[in-house]
Nanobody
Framework: QVQLGESGGGLVQAGGSLRLSCAAS????????MGWFRQAPGKEREFVAT????????AYADSVKGRFTISRDNAKTTVYLQMNSLKPEDTAVYYC????????????????WGQGTQVTVSS
């Protein structure tokens, strides 16, 4: 069982930056691939970024590539999402995700979800 808790969301102006954190419970954190998804009002939840258990592999949605960076600290059992050059269209609830078997590329891949943190980007 893995419990995930996100933090770091908030209100920021377009062009600004935020860093989201996701703290995980459990001693098996370093076995899980981790990811971030987001859901904007009236839209389906979508993939943002994912990182392998070792941190050696990452993948990003085209919409955030070059602006967002996912990283992890296995000693702190925490995964991060550094978001730069934020745009109003990045406004959404951001969810942390964990998967034991594969990179978190799809909702159906995910074993555990966090509760979400709101990110609002004003124009």
């Amino acid at each position: 069982q893995v419990q995930l808790g996100e933090s770091g969301g908030g209100l920021v102006q377009a062009g600004g930056s935020l860093r989201l954190s996701c703290a995980a419970s459990g001693r098996t954190f370093n076995r899980y691939s981790m990811g971030w998804f987001r859901q904007a009002p009236g839209k389906e939840r979508e993939f943002v970024a994912t990182i392998s258990s070792s941190g050696g592999s990452t993948a990003y949605a085209d919409s955030v590539k070059g602006r967002f960076t996912i990283s992890r600290d296995n000693a702190k059992t925490t995964v991060y999402l550094q978001m730069n050059s934020l745009k109003p269209e990045d406004t959404a609830v951001y969810y942390c995700a964990a998967d034991l078997a594969r990179l978190c590329l799809r909702d159906s891949d995910v074993d555990y979800w966090g509760q979400g943190t709101q990110v609002t980007v004003s124009s």
